[in-house]
C-alpha cells in the first residue's frame, strides 16, 4: 500500500522490503515448513486442491496485489495453477509422514523433553528450582537444550502439547495455540527476531531497564574479539546471577570477561525466593547438561546451619499451580512519614532475609499445606501461601530499618516524604 503513496511512499515500501520483508519471510518460512510437516498440514493439501494460492486482491481503485506464482493465461487473466494436483498430493504425503513421525516421538518422548513451562516467570524459576529446564531433553539424568537442533520446532510441539493438555481444564483450542506459539518461539529464539520480540515485550511491559541494558551491551560488541564466545567461557566458570541496577553496573556486566572482579564487589547478587544465590542457565552448560535433581534435597539453612529440604513443599504449591510469593516491596518506612527505597547489596541482604524467613514459615505449614493440596482447597492452600510471604516481608524489612535507624546504612540514602510528593502533584 506504501508504494502507491506518491515518491515517498515508494521510497519507505523499497526500503521494508530490502531491510525487513526478506528476514521476516525466512522466519516466516521456516515455521510454514514446520508446520506442514504436521497435521495443520493437511489444510495446507485443501489450500492447494481448491486453489486458494491462486488469487489476486483488490485494495481499492487501481490497486490490485498478486500472489506470487499465480498461473495467468496468455490474456494475463489468473488461472489454476496446473501443478495443483502435483502440489495437494505432495502436501498430503507430507503432512501424513508428519504426523506419524509426530505420533511416534510423543510417544517415545513421554516424559523426557520439555516445553515452554508456565506463562508465569515466577513459576517457571521456581519450577527451575527443581532441577527442571524449560525447551531441553533429558539424556541420563541431565537436561540437554535442544534449541539449536533442526528438529527443534518439532520436539518444542511435542512438549508443549503434553505440558499444557496435562493442566487441568485445559481446552482443545488452548492445547492447540500452545502447541504452535511453542513452535514459533523456538524459530524466534534462533533468528534475529529474539531481540525484536524482547524489545516489544519490553516495550508492552513498560520495562525501562531493557534500553538501559542494551544502551550498556553495545560498547562492548565493538571489541574485535567476540564478546559472545568470552562470555561463555566466563559463564562457565562463574555461574552466579547476578542484579545490575544503574548503567554502569550493567556496562561492567556486559563485559564480564574483562571486569570479573570488578562485578564480584560491585554488582549484588540475584537472589531466588528461598534467599540463596541465584544461578543462570548458561550457553557453556549446555553441552554437559543441567542436572535433573530428580529426588534430590533442595537445601535451605536455618541460623544453626541444620539443613530442611524444601522439594517437598515447593513440588506441592506448583502442583497445585500456585507459586511461592516473590516482592517488589522495597520501599522502608524509617520515620513519620519518612521513607527510603533498599538498593543494591540493602536490597541483596533484605531478600536473603525474607527468603530465610519465608522458608522457615513453609516448613511451619508445610503438613497444613500439603494436606489442603490433597484435599483441593487451594484457596486456602494461596491464603496460607499470601500471609507467610507477608510476615516474611514485614519481618526482614524490619532489620533493615534497624540498621538505617543505628547508622550503618543512613548515608546511602536521601529520605523522601509521601505526602509532601502528593501535594506537589496536587499542586501540578
Known amino acids: 500500500m506504501a508504494q502507491h503513496g506518491g515518491k515517498l511512499g515508494k521510497i519507505s515500501a523499497l526500503l521494508f522490503k530490502m531491510n525487513v520483508m526478506p528476514f521476516t519471510r525466512v522466519v516466516a518460512n521456516v515455521l510454514s515448513t514446520a508446520l506442514d510437516w504436521s497435521p495443520v498440514g493437511y489444510l495446507g493439501a485443501v489450500k492447494y486442491a481448491t486453489g486458494l494460492v491462486d488469487k489476486e486482491f483488490k485494495l481499492g481503485k487501481g490497486v490490485t496485489i498478486r500472489q506470487r506464482k499465480v498461473w495467468t493465461d496468455e490474456k494475463g487473466n489468473a488461472i489454476k495453477s496446473p501443478f495443483a494436483k502435483r502440489d495437494t498430493t505432495r502436501q498430503l504425503a507430507r503432512a501424513t509422514m508428519g504426523t506419524i513421525m509426530l505420533s511416534l516421538a510423543y510417544m517415545l518422548l513421554e516424559g523426557i523433553i520439555s516445553g515452554s513451562g508456565e506463562d508465569d516467570w515466577e513459576k517457571r524459576k521456581q519450577l527451575m528450582e527443581t532441577g527442571w529446564r524449560p525447551n531441553s531433553i533429558k539424556i541420563a539424568?541431565?537436561?540437554?537444550?535442544?534449541?539449536?537442533?533442526?528438529?527443534?520446532?518439532?520436539?518444542?510441539?511435542?512438549?508443549?502439547?503434553?505440558?499444557?493438555?496435562?493442566?487441568?481444564?485445559?481446552?482443545?483450542?488452548?492445547?492447540?495455540?500452545?502447541?504452535?506459539?511453542?513452535?514459533?518461539?523456538?524459530?524466534?529464539?534462533?533468528?534475529?527476531?529474539?531481540?525484536?520480540?524482547?524489545?516489544?515485550?519490553?516495550?508492552?511491559?513498560?520495562?525501562?531497564?531493557?534500553?538501559?541494558?542494551?544502551?550498556?551491551?553495545?560498547?562492548?560488541?565493538?571489541?574485535?574479539?567476540?564478546?559472545?564466545?568470552?562470555?561463555?567461557?566466563?559463564d562457565a566458570v562463574n555461574d552466579k546471577a547476578y542484579a545490575p541496577e544503574t548503567f554502569i553496573q550493567y556496562l561492567m556486566y556486559s563485559g564480564r570477561p574483562w571486569t570479573n572482579g570488578w562485578i564480584k564487589d560491585n554488582i549484588p547478587a540475584r537472589i531466588d525466593v528461598f534467599g540463596r544465590e541465584a544461578k543462570k542457565t548458561s550457553a557453556a552448560r549446555d553441552f554437559t547438561g543441567s542436572p535433573v535433581m530428580d529426588g534430590q534435597p533442595l537445601y535451605v539453612y536455618d541460623k544453626n546451619d541444620i539443613p530442611y529440604d524444601m522439594r517437598s513443599v515447593l513440588n506441592t504449591i506448583l502442583g497445585a499451580g500456585l507459586k511461592i510469593p516473590s516482592t517488589n516491596a522495597y520501599e522502608a518506612r524509617v520515620g513519620d512519614d519518612q521513607f527510603i527505597k533498599l538498593k543494591g547489596f540493602d536490597k541483596e541482604q533484605f531478600l536473603r532475609q525474607r527468603g530465610f524467613y519465608l522458608s522457615m514459615g513453609l516448613l511451619s505449614y508445610q503438613a497444613d499445606i500439603e494436606y489442603l493440596a490433597k484435599e483441593g482447597d487451594i484457596d486456602a492452600v494461596k491464603d496460607i501461601l499470601q500471609k507467610i510471604a507477608s510476615r516474611a516481608t514485614r519481618d526482614a524489612k524490619r532489620e533493615m530499618i534497624y540498621r538505617y535507624i543505628d547508622g550503618e546504612m543512613r548515608h546511602k540514602y536521601s529520605v523522601y516524604s509521601k505526602s509532601r510528593n502528593r501535594r506537589k502533584d496536587e499542586e501540578d
Open 141 to 234: 539424568g541431565r537436561w540437554h537444550s535442544y534449541m539449536m537442533l533442526p528438529i527443534a520446532p518439532l520436539l518444542s510441539a511435542i512438549a508443549n502439547f503434553q505440558e499444557r493438555r496435562r493442566k487441568p481444564g485445559a481446552r482443545a483450542e488452548e492445547v492447540l495455540a500452545a502447541t504452535v506459539m511453542g513452535m514459533a518461539n523456538t524459530i524466534l529464539d534462533q533468528s534475529f527476531l529474539s531481540n525484536l520480540a524482547q524489545l516489544m515485550e519490553a516495550i508492552t511491559g513498560n520495562n525501562h531497564r531493557y534500553l538501559i541494558r542494551a544502551a550498556a551491551d553495545t560498547p562492548t560488541r565493538v571489541i574485535p574479539i567476540s564478546p559472545n564466545l568470552l562470555r561463555v567461557i566466563a
